[in-house]
């Protein structure tokens, strides 16, 4: 059974900093590209960050860049995010997702079939 788990979750004041990783169990992922997504209460799910591979193009929503770095492994850990200067708006529930459907724009959940469970973050003034 394929599963994606998300780690490093949490609570943290305004400006600090967290690391989430994604492990992947039951499959390999090391050649496809890996997206992180979040979602908070009442609204749409929507993508943060996207890698094309190790090392690799990456993409950064508009209200992450600079902030935040995605990067991935070819090791059981296949895509982490680091979030730094973390804002009062960044409260949500992180996702990552491994993308296996090209036809799909990456920022289209459509073209991710793993999805992770989600991780919390929470941000304090």
């Known amino acids: 059974q394929v599963q994606l788990v998300e780690s490093g979750g949490g609570l943290v004041q305004a400006g600090g900093s967290l690391r989430l990783s994604c492990t992947a169990s039951?499959?390999?992922?090391?050649?496809?590209?890996k997206g992180w997504f979040r979602q908070a209460p009442g609204k749409e799910r929507e993508v943060v960050a996207f890698?094309?591979?190790?090392?690799?193009?990456?993409y950064y929503a508009y209200s992450v860049k600079g902030r935040f770095t995605i990067s991935s492994d070819n090791a059981k850990n296949p895509v982490f995010l680091q979030m730094n200067n973390l804002k009062p708006d960044d409260p949500s529930v992180y996702y990552c997702?491994?993308?296996?459907?090209?036809?799909?724009?990456?920022?289209?959940?459509?073209?991710?079939?793993?999805w992770g469970q989600g991780t919390p973050v929470t941000v304090s003034s």
């Open positions: 997702a491994v993308r296996t459907k090209t036809e799909y724009a990456i920022v289209d959940l459509a073209a991710y079939d793993y």
């Open positions: 039951g499959r390999t992922f090391s050649k496809y590209a």
């Open positions: 890698i094309s591979r190790p090392g690799g193009s990456t």
